[in-house]
Every structure is written in structure tokens, then in C-alpha cells.
């Protein structure tokens, strides 16, 4: 069967897997890891769908947990989720230490 230019590039099924591994490791945006790989975003989640199909019913092994790709997901999520809840909590505790380290030098010059 001859190679349609017009259909786009093939990859490889290791190069699609890696690409979704990729995403879902990352933590970032489906666009920006399709931009960076020169791939379209639609291919993307569509080699991801396919990605979790195929390993419907399989586990795999993320830092040492053996987990369902469902499961990884919603790790994900939570994780992201504490991720922001970190930042937020450090920005008011750099706020915090500004405002405190104020206060001082306004009492010390008195």
C-alpha cells in the first residue's frame, strides 16, 4: 500500500506510546507537548486514546506503585490539585515574610 503524502506523517506505535507517556508524565498541556514534539494536538489525544485502550485491563508501573491507567489519572489530578494548593500557599508565606520583615525595620528605626 502506498504512503498518501496528503494523510500525513506515520509514526511509529513506540513513538506514539512515548508521545502519550510523555504528556501524561508532564503535567502539561496536550498543545503545548504536540507543538514541542511537531505533531498535531488532535493525534495526540487520539494515540492517547488508543494508548489507554490498549492497555485497558493492564497495569502499569508509575514510581513504583503498580496502578490502572484510571488510577493514574486520577493521581494526577490530585496531585496537580496539591501542586496549586503549595504555590498558593507559598506565595502568601513570601507575602507574609515581606510584610513581617517590614514591620521590623519600621520598629528598629524607632
Known amino acids: 500500500m502506498k504512503h498518501d503524502p496528503m494523510k500525513g506523517k506515520r509514526y511509529s506505535k513506540e513513538f506514539k506510546d512515548d508521545a502519550v507517556r510523555h504528556w501524561m508524565e508532564s503535567g502539561r498541556r496536550a498543545e503545548e ?28 508501573a508509575v514510581g513504583g506503585a503498580v496502578m ?36 521590623n525595620q519600621k520598629k528598629s528605626r524607632s
Open 33 to 60: 507537548v504536540s507543538e514541542g514534539l511537531g505533531i498535531s494536538t488532535w493525534s495526540l489525544r487520539r494515540w492517547k486514546a488508543a494508548f489507554l485502550k490498549d492497555m485497558d485491563g493492564e497495569h502499569a
Open 68 to 103: 490502572k491507567p484510571s488510577e493514574m489519572e486520577a493521581e494526577i489530578r490530585r496531585l496537580r490539585k496539591e501542586l496549586r494548593e503549595t504555590e498558593e500557599e507559598r506565595e502568601i508565606l513570601k507575602k507574609a515574610v515581606i510584610f513581617f520583615g517590614q514591620d
